[in-house]
């Protein structure tokens, strides 16, 4: 059962009709007595409400009675609606308790999008009649992909994949360079109901704040100097599937706010276009920086935040999953040795052993890069832990330095140091050297203060 809470009864008539449609249930209340009479008596599978109730504009009414329905019914996912959208209000509102936030007028198909996804993820997509089956959810049905492991920490972040992939909810993605976020969206879509469409990459760290819009949401000839020829925008392109938005907190405040129109209205406009184009996409962001931080710090619009984070997964470092190591290990050592047509190569377990001590402020990318340097260069049939150590390009720049004492973040700062100063303060080779990428090593940088 869904109840709607809305003083304007032409609201509460379409928004009945909208649902009794799709196959649900519909409770009504004209106010805010008669709606907590409705969630005192039963748990509605949803709250639809609105911000106000009386000739007040300010949301105080909705957020008042969203605290209290949340006090009865902490589990019920609520979705507040109003035609006095603020900024502000829906960030208050989320802060709340409340899942969503829409605005009046809203479009139909998008609601019923938003809807329908809020009840998947709380478990009663199924009193709808368009509601997704969960059918091939199970363990035979699910596609990891390139992922390796058997941790906890990696198990754990599948067994939510699995839960959510086959909705509409936005994901963000987070944890240190190198830890294989591209992998993990690339498996959500996978699982997903969009599997057959599009999965479009995105690096928003690569792009500059002048060609934002060209590249996201394409231009017509003739629209600026230079447009010689019509563009398709990557949104276009990921019509109907889902679009990756990677480094999301590297995207300067000017963007996020182009990027947060066309999260809410799933719409857009391509330059020298001046008709609204249409876009189903689900959107899934990543990023190794703390947003939260970035918010009070007045980096990340908060807003965004929220459009974004309807769902949130978290990959562990590599060093919080060392069992994984040796299994990735035997993955890019097979993989070298195939990809550069070379004999089978063994790797010993005194090597395992080892590998499976380092820190690897690069994760996974940075034992890929040291796995498969070493293969190449010691030509051996079986790799001991002094061919990885040679190759060790920390632990050779680190100068003879005992390790011993120095916390995780000195070890990395005096690699960075080090790594630097061997390749002359060049920033491509020290962030190959180190096993991430260019941006990465820069906010390390800023983070310790190398200059």
């Known amino acids: 059962m869904i109840l709607i809470a809305d003083d304007d009864k032409a609201i509460r008539s379409s928004l009945s009709f909208l649902l009794k449609k799709r196959g649900y249930e519909v409770v009504c209340a004209a106010n805010q007595q008669e709606a907590m009479e409705v969630v005192r008596g039963t748990e509605p599978q949803l709250v639809i409400m609105d911000m106000n109730f009386s000739l007040s504009t300010t949301g105080d009414e909705g957020l008042t009675l969203l605290r209290q329905v949340k006090v009865f019914r902490p589990k019920v996912p609520v979705i507040l609606i109003t035609a006095w959208g603020t900024i502000n209000l829906a960030v208050e509102g989320m802060k709340a308790g409340a899942v969503d936030f829409i605005t009046k007028p809203w479009d139909n198909y998008t609601l019923m999008q938003r809807i329908e996804t809020i009840l998947q993820l709380s478990g009663d997509g199924a009193a709808g009649g368009n509601a997704s089956s969960a059918a091939g959810d199970g363990e035979d049905g699910f596609d990891r992909g390139k992922i390796i492991g058997k941790s906890k920490g990696l198990c754990d972040v599948l067994e939510r994949v699995k839960r959510i992939a086959r909705t509409n909810a936005s994901v963000l993605i987070t944890g240190e360079s190198g830890t294989g976020k591209e992998l993990v969206a690339e498996a959500i879509h996978r699982n997903s109901l969009r599997n057959g469409a ?254």
């Open 198 to 451: 599009p999965f479009v990459k995105v690096n928003l760290g690569g792009i500059s704040h002048s060609l934002f819009e060209s590249e996201m949401f394409g231009h017509r000839k003739g629209a600026f100097t230079d447009a010689y020829s019509d563009r398709e925008g990557r949104f276009s392109m990921a019509d109907k599937g889902t679009i990756f938005l990677d480094e999301i907190g590297d995207l300067d405040l000017g963007c996020q706010v182009k990027l947060l129109r066309v999260l809410q209205e799933q719409t857009f406009e391509p330059l020298g276009e001046s008709r609204p184009r249409k876009v189903d996409v689900r959107v899934v962001s990543a990023t190794n920086a703390n947003l939260q931080q970035m918010v009070q710090e007045k980096g990340f619009r908060e807003d965004l935040l929220y459009r974004i984070n309807l769902i949130s997964i978290h990959l562990p470092p590599l060093r919080e999953r060392a069992e994984d190591i040796p299994l990735l290990v035997e993955h890019f050592v097979a993989q070298t040795c195939r990809e550069n047509s070379l004999p089978k190569v063994r790797v010993s377990r005194d090597a395992m052993v080892w590998l499976s001590t380092l820190p690897y402020p690069g994760n996974i990318r940075e034992l890929k890069n040291l796995v498969e340097r070493t293969v190449l260069i010691s030509g051996k049939e079986e790799l001991g832990a002094e061919d990885f150590k040679g190759q060790y390009s920390s632990s050779a720049a680190m100068g003879g330095v005992s390790l011993q004492g120095m916390s995780l973040e000195e070890i990395e700062k005096a690699t960075i140091c080090e790594n630097l100063e061997k390749f002359n303060n060049n920033i491509s080779q020290t962030a190959q050297a180190l096993g991430i990428s260019r941006a990465a090593l820069y906010r390390r940088m800023e983070k310790y203060n190398i200059k």
